[in-house]
């Protein structure tokens, strides 16, 4: 069987060579299936695990795939031409293989480190780049499940022993153990300066008790009571809350009874103040200052009775324009995670700030196509939760502007669901 050139091409001086793909069909009805019989060999002489080319093809065909250690053989659900299996291999190569800069196989393939170890880079060994991968491509979410090692084959302990996967469970374990670790790295930062929310101030160097919230359920009771007030001011003032005609006499009256007390002027002073005591914490915040941003916030809260939810909407308001993804994810991502940690509703947080998210791509038109990126950036430093985002976008909108988001941030929750299917696919 002749060689092909990787990545193309019929020069028969060219040094970089490959087998070509064998594909044999296999089972009848139902159990159909394409084994990629030499997918091992394929995968050698690209220098990349052949699990990562099996998931890609079946990936492009929408099919479940497997992978046989002992026989070295990649499976894909369904009965595929091997000229078509070529083809995505083909494709593989491109994307996942050449180097983007002088088009040649000497690229390796790594996890970035720190705040980058959820992307994987390119390094070529022929011209020196360096450059990241197609991370919203479902392969990205294997790979960074089942990394490689040196050699480019999927580091040993990594993968299990059906070459796949780590559980739901895992995940969720391993995002706890980066966010504990994140935060005993904000500890270190903050040192003697971390700011207890609940007396004001002081020297404290645990940082769990930032913005530290009695959760209990009488706790927080009391003081969603206490609040209740605050809340319809600032939400009216806002222009957020609107009371549906099923909420009946009683919630009517009371908002009209807040109405009467406060009016649209007094209203729209509470909000100006607010406003301006949040510009400064945002400001602080920019400088690097979050210790002083806390301390500003927390006069805010303590002041005019709010929560974390409200500070949030106020923080959406006035501290994020077309650099948001960056703001997000860099200048504001320890107060945003702080603020976070002390919301004692976790899931009421969660449907608020994508509730914030679609009123900010609603209110800068240009951020509608940042949309899976704006998500991407809140779900990267920890203040969305997957389970969240996916059932915010199942569930969908009435509204044009809604359905617009999430047909927008699509790609993204499309990576999230992918994760979840991994943990099943090499079971069915």
């Not at 079946?58 to 053989?73: C, I």
């Not at 400088?287 to 923080?315: Q, R, Y």
Request: aromatic share 6%.
């Amino acid at each position: 069987m002749s060689l092909l050139n990787i990545g193309g091409g019929d020069d028969p001086a060219y040094r970089y060579k490959m087998p070509p793909v064998v594909g044999k069909k296999e089972g009848i009805g139902n159990g159909k299936k394409t084994v990629i019989v030499n997918a091992t060999e394929v995968g050698k002489s690209l220098k990349r695990a052949p699990q990562y080319l099996v998931k890609y093809c079946a990936v492009e065909l929408g099919a479940v795939s497997t992978f046989d250690k002992e026989q070295g053989s990649g499976t894909v659900n369904g009965w595929h031409e091997t000229p078509i299996l070529q083809e995505k291999t083909n494709k593989f190569i491109k994307e996942w293989v050449l180097c983007p800069k002088c088009k040649l196989p000497e690229t390796s393939m790594e996890l970035g480190n720190g705040k980058k170890s959820k992307d994987i880079y390119f390094d070529c060994k022929a011209c020196g780049y360096h450059g990241v991968a197609d991370m919203m491509h479902k392969l990205a979410t294997f790979i960074l499940n089942n990394p490689p090692d040196a050699s480019g084959k999927i580091a040993e302990g990594k993968a299990d022993v059906k070459g796949g996967k780590q559980s739901r469970e895992d995940r969720k374990a391993l995002k706890a153990a980066k966010r504990a670790e994140k935060e005993k790295d904000d500890d270190d930062d903050d040192g003697d300066d971390a700011v207890d929310i609940g007396d004001g101030g002081g020297d404290d160097d645990d940082d769990d008790e930032d913005w530290a919230v009695d959760t209990s359920e009488a706790a927080v009771a009391e003081r969603e009571k206490s609040a209740q007030a605050s809340f319809d001011k600032i939400e009216a003032a806002m222009g957020d809350a609107k009371v549906s005609d099923e909420a009946g006499g009683a919630k009517e009256k009371e908002k009209k009874e807040e109405d009467d007390d406060w009016g649209e002027s007094e209203l729209e002073k509470v909000r100006e103040v607010i406003t301006t005591k949040v510009k400064a914490a945002v400001a602080k915040s920019v400088e690097g200052d979050v210790n002083e941003a806390v301390k500003l916030l927390m006069a805010a809260s303590e002041a005019h009775e709010l929560e974390p939810n409200d500070l949030f909407g106020f923080i959406f308001d006035v501290a994020f324009d077309d650099n948001c993804v960056k703001q997000i994810k860099d200048t504001h991502k320890k107060l945003l995670a702080k603020l976070y940690k002390a919301a004692p509703d976790k899931s009421k947080t969660g449907k608020f700030l994508l509730a914030s998210v679609e009123r900010l791509v609603e209110q800068q038109e240009g951020l509608l196509k940042k949309s899976a990126n704006i998500l991407k950036a809140l779900y990267d430093i920890d203040v969305l939760d997957e389970e969240e985002i996916i059932k915010w976008f199942d569930k969908g909108s009435k509204r044009k502007h809604g359905k617009a988001v999430r047909e927008a941030a699509a790609p993204f929750v499309n990576w999230l669901k992918e994760a979840d299917d991994d943990d099943s696919d090499e079971d069915d």
